[in-house]
């Protein structure tokens, strides 16, 4: 077994009780004598040259052995130590390295070491469990990064399964993602908007989780980021080897209910180019299962029906993705990088509803069935083009990107609907729903650090997005196997969003401070036309979105940050296009395109403490929004009229309700979460995060229905929510690894709903072989098969309890293969020279 390797030994051990007494100690030190020091220098690499993040340096006091203190290094490799005078062992560290050490240094005044050397440990590299085998959190100025690692329940997953583990990430049983309780979130991959994105959120269950590196999870983003989501950024880095020569890994899946598939990822560096593909094939037959109970009342309060919806869907799906580029290293501080996306993925979803009438007395009138057949095409490019150049100074930098992507998607469904005992058939009808996008980004990123120490940074950049969806939404009855389009239903819909913003930041470290604000200017240009009915609504606004980030470190392993910015939520196509579905024709959904932007302040005070075995994080947080976004169901006072065949003079009525979003007038949301990570010993580890929040809706609306009836509803509603996730993995006897995940979201009440709780639990098993170039792994999504919305809704006239579950219980066996790799390779905590990251400010 290789020696142990120490990490983190200079942080104080007195113990978590005694926390504050150290922290007085520390900074009450700062007023006696003898004058601080400072140790500087840098560590690189001996082969590469490249600057190493994250190494350790540790000073050890010879007249005190037991006084420890140290750092550790930042992106560049730099480290800045503040020391007493005195004689010192000094000792870099860094995982799968040699230690380098220095004895007996008399330092009495300010010392730069110079730039350190690291050789590589073979034995430690064969042996050491790195950083990008675990998951660890970094809390920067205005982020914090997820380091992804060796995760085991998403094995042959994708990437809302990754996301469903991160902590302040949830995703709900319909593939939604919110963060911190809301769905208002911004999906970047690789910094960018990204056709990877996609144009709903199943798109991003087509993309593996074996291809991604890390997340960063941005709750309150400062003036660089776009200040689209209200909830904060969610950016999605994808791995990118850095290592020299061809290597690369087969991933082979397979489980149950139906779903297989296969991964390949293939990297070739060399001194001047670098290539990469990542290709993913997958199948999936996802069956789900939905049921409306809804009891209907009459104008004086009492029964006058009852109707059962019950609801099973299959969706079959084949999906093909590729990504694959080429870095050229025009020389050392120059580089082009080119890259390619091509998606494409099919399939048939499957939608059988039955319908159960009852009369006021409970007895069955009318039993009818709809069964829809819904094929689905879509297919996605997008070329991105990087250019990054690094200047003669460390941080100076330019990054120039320009990013185009199409996108289509065409739905097709055929509703064929009976009343059982009935020899009448109903009209077959058709739904044909045909998207495309088509997305250009332009981006332009300079940073210049400044000032003599190189403790100030200057920001400024340019980003267009210039985005246009088509719509085109036809219904209708089809006779002879033609399709006779009813206008009352079928319109096509072209929403163009235009968005030019510029902004400007200013960074500066004043020994433990860092600082840094900024400003965004946001000019957009919206139109939103109804082709078919002549309809045309633009809406131009230009916005300020101020940001900023106050932050102290009491060292490198005790920070607090308290941060301010400006955010905005624009609808998607989603939210506005106003053309109903027809799964089923008395539960209707349909867009608002009437829809303005939801504008939020948000605040945030985060914590980070690191001691040896455990790392906590803790946030407290507060919104104010206005115009907010909120699905309501509307009586229509229309009714679906059913034929009785037991009473034909008698026919059955059921209202018609639709769901549709609205702007609410105000919500306040403010709460506290915390996360903490135990690492008892090499290959445990244990995670608990907690989040809740209370959140205060204020509004009423208005409208009136099909039978002119002014309806005012009440929207004002006080909800406590929360919800927390624990991750266990520790190593069971034969080499397995084993992995748990729990995760429970507490009950929720908004003006017409209460949703009840939802627990959910994953499993996994995985062990090497092949000499450990390869891992089997077992996992079980949602064990108990419990992870289903069950919700209560009451309007004036109808009472509605519904469960909907999008997923039920998966089974998933992988097989990864890796060659030329060691299945503990060195990489992922270095910064990658234009990949797409977006700069930080790291303050030294």
């Not at 297919?379 to 930098?397: L, M, P, R, T, V």
């Not at 729903?433 to 400024?460: A, G, R």
């Not at 998607?572 to 303005?596: A, H, K, M, V």
Request: aromatic share 12%; net charge negative; hydrophobic share 30%.
């Amino acid at each position: 077994m290789g020696r142990k390797i120490k990490q983190n030994i200079f942080a104080c051990r007195l113990g978590i009780p005694m926390a504050l007494l150290c922290l007085f100690m520390h900074l009450s030190s700062h007023s006696q004598t003898p004058t601080p020091i400072q140790i500087t220098g840098k560590v690189i690499d001996s082969e590469t040259g490249e600057p190493l993040e994250y190494a350790t340096l540790v000073l050890q006091s010879i007249r005190n052995p037991e006084r420890v203190t140290g750092g550790l290094t930042d992106s560049i490799g730099q480290f800045n130590v503040e020391t007493f005078p005195g004689q010192y062992n000094v000792r870099i560290e860094y995982i799968s390295y040699k230690t380098y050490e220095l004895k007996t240094q008399d330092f009495r005044a300010s010392t730069n070491l110079g730039t350190i050397e690291l050789q590589i440990d073979a034995q430690q590299l064969e042996e050491v469990e790195v950083i990008g085998e675990r998951t660890t959190i970094e809390l920067r100025l205005d982020k914090k990064i997820y380091n992804v690692g060796q995760d085991l329940t998403v094995r042959g997953g994708s990437v809302t399964d990754v996301l469903d583990n991160i902590p302040s990430v949830t995703v709900d049983v319909e593939g939604n993602i919110s963060l911190r309780g809301n769905e208002s979130v911004r999906i970047l991959i690789n910094g960018k908007p990204s056709a990877l994105s996609g144009i709903n959120p199943e798109t991003l269950q087509q993309l593996p989780a074996e291809t991604i590196e890390k997340v960063e999870v941005i709750t309150n983003p400062s003036a660089r980021y776009d200040a689209e989501g209200t909830g904060g950024i969610i950016n999605i880095i994808l791995k990118q080897g850095k290592n020299s020569g061809l290597n690369g890994s087969v991933n082979l899946f397979a489980g149950y209910p139906d779903n297989y598939g296969g991964a390949l990822s293939l990297n070739l560096r060399r001194e001047k180019f670098n290539f990469f593909i990542n290709t993913t094939y997958r199948y999936r037959n996802a069956p789900g299962n939905a049921l409306f109970e809804q009891e209907n009342f009459n104008p004086d309060g009492t029964t006058a029906s009852f109707q059962n919806e019950i609801r099973a869907y299959q969706r079959e799906r084949n999906g093909f993705n590729n990504n694959f580029g080429f870095e050229l290293f025009i020389n050392p501080t120059t580089s082009i990088t080119n890259s390619f996306v091509y998606r494409t993925s099919n399939g048939d979803n499957l939608v059988d509803v039955d319908f159960f009438n009852f009369d006021a007395n409970g007895d069955p009138t009318v039993q009818r069935n709809r069964f829809t057949k819904e094929r689905e095409d879509e297919n996605d490019i997008q070329y991105s083009f990087n250019f990054a150049k690094k200047f003669n100074d460390k941080g100076h930098e330019i990054a120039i990107d320009y990013q185009y992507s199409t996108g289509s998607e065409v739905e097709n469904a055929i509703i064929n609907e009976i009343v059982l005992g009935e020899n009448e058939k109903i009209p077959t009808e058709q739904t044909i729903n045909d998207e495309t996008q088509i997305n250009q980004l332009v981006q332009m990123e300079y940073v210049l650090p400044f000032s003599e120490d190189k403790q100030s940074q200057f920001e400024l950049g340019y980003r267009g997005t210039f985005n246009t969806f088509d719509t085109d939404f036809q219904f209708g009855i089809v006779e002879d196997g033609s399709l006779i389009s009813d206008p009352n239903f079928s319109n096509r819909l072209i929403y163009t969003e235009y968005v030019n913003a510029a902004y400007v930041q200013l960074g500066r470290k004043f020994k433990h401070f860092n600082i840094l604000g900024g400003l965004r200017m946001e000019a957009s240009d919206i139109g939103i036309e109804l082709v078919t009915t002549n309809e045309i609504n633009n809406k131009t606004y230009v916005d300020w979105f101020p940001s900023i980030f106050i932050g102290y470190d009491f060292t490198d392993l005790d920070k607090i940050n308290i941060s301010f910015s400006r955010r905005l939520r624009r609808p998607r196509s989603r939210f506005i296009n106003p053309f109903p579905s027809r799964s089923s024709n008395t539960n209707l959904f349909l867009g608002n395109p009437d829809l303005n932007p939801t504008y939020t302040n948000a605040f945030d005070l985060e914590y980070l403490k690191r001691w040896e075995k455990v790392t906590l994080t803790t946030s407290a947080y507060y919104n104010y929004s206005t115009g907010v976004f909120q699905f309501i169901t509307l009586e229509t006072g229309d009714f679906v009229e059913i034929e009785n065949p037991d009473d034909p003079d008698n026919p059955v009525f059921v209202p018609i309700q639709v769901r549709t979003p609205i702007n609410l007038a105000t919500d306040t949301r403010y709460g506290m979460e915390f996360t903490t990570i135990y690492v008892p010993k090499r290959n445990w580890r244990f995670t608990l995060n907690f989040n809740v929040f209370n959140q205060q809706l204020r509004g009423d609306y208005t409208y009136t229905n099909s039978q002119e009836e002014e309806i005012t509803q009440v929207f004002d509603a006080d909800n406590l929510a929360w919800f927390t996730r624990f991750s266990a993995k520790i190593p069971l006897p034969g080499k397995v690894d084993f992995q748990a995940n729990l995760f429970y979201r507490g009950p929720t009440e908004n003006a017409q709903s209460l949703n009840k709780g939802i627990l959910s639990t994953n499993l996994a098993f995985s062990k090497d072989v092949i000499k450990d170039k390869a891992t089997l792994s077992l996992n079980v999504s949602d064990l108990f098969n419990s992870r289903k919305r069950r919700s209560e809704t009451r309007t004036d006239n109808v009472f509605t309890y519904s469960e909907f579950q999008w997923r039920e219980r998966q089974i998933t066996l992988s097989f990864l293969y890796r060659f030329n790799q060691k299945k503990n390779q060195r990489n992922g905590n270095r910064r990658g020279n234009g990949n797409g990251e977006d700069f930080e400010f790291e303050g030294s």
